[in-house]
């Protein structure tokens, strides 16, 4: 039967997202300056606390009005895709929870600092992919589940 609104653990996910996301943070801006790294795989993998005041991939950095428009537009389509759903099973609940947990963690820092902490630096020799944190990861896995799932790409697991 389909349920038109999502089921209690998909709060819980939000719930827990969100504390991952800020104790991550906060550990990272007790333990480093920003702009300071240290390497934890050599040539590939460091830890580099940045203060992004930009959005994905610090795009649009210092650009606060334009930021905020932006979440505001993507909020909305989330919540018109999100009517649609059918909150019956674990896939909408569970990866909605992430990508919801992970937006609501970034404006946390938004809000409360004015730049979101980020802090995974991945790269392969000098060429480095944009430092990113737990939020965002969960933000890019669960919008590219979402569009595996709309190309038939990705089908969920059968239910017993």
Request: aromatic content about 16%; some cysteine.
């Amino acid at each position: 039967m389909p349920a038109r609104w999502p089921r209690p653990y998909f709060y819980a996910v939000i719930f827990l997202v969100i504390v991952l996301d800020q104790l991550t943070k906060a550990w990272v801006a007790a333990a480093f300056r920003p702009e300071m790294s240290t390497t934890l795989i050599p040539g590939f993998f460091n830890l580099t606390y940045v203060q992004n005041t930009g959005i994905a991939f610090g795009l649009f950095k210092g650009q606060g009005l334009l930021v905020g428009f932006f979440v505001a537009a993507l909020a909305l389509a989330a919540g018109f895709y999100a009517r649609g759903l059918n909150w019956a099973g674990w896939e909408p609940n569970v990866v909605g929870g992430c990508l919801c947990g992970g937006a609501l963690g970034n404006l946390l820092d938004r809000t409360r600092l004015g730049y979101v902490v980020d802090f995974f630096d991945v790269h392969l020799g000098p060429h480095h992919w944009p430092v990113f944190n737990v939020a965002d990861s969960l933000i890019c896995l669960s919008v590219t589940w979402i569009v595996l799932r709309q190309l038939g790409i990705s089908q969920p697991a059968a239910s017993s």
